[in-house]
């Protein structure tokens, strides 16, 4: 392999690990979601039991949020992507 290939990809493992969403970054996206989804569910706060009911997992380059075993977000590059 190249020289500049192992640097592009030694550069994006490195962003990657820098933008890895936080845990409150994964439950804000799922209350919004949840907000959006049904006004009732909003103003119940059931999106914001959800995210706290939820169980963080980071990869170091990803990170992702479960409940009862259900992935529920996907997150990586400081994005977070609601699944469920």
Known sequence: MPKKTYLVVAAAVALALLLNPSPDRHRTT????????SPLAGVLGIGAV???VSTYHSLG??????VDGRLITLGAFGGVFLVH
């Open 30 to 37: 799922i209350t919004q979601a949840m907000a959006e989804r």
């Open 50 to 52: 959800t995210a706290f």
């Open 61 to 66: 380059v990803a990170s992702y949020t479960e």
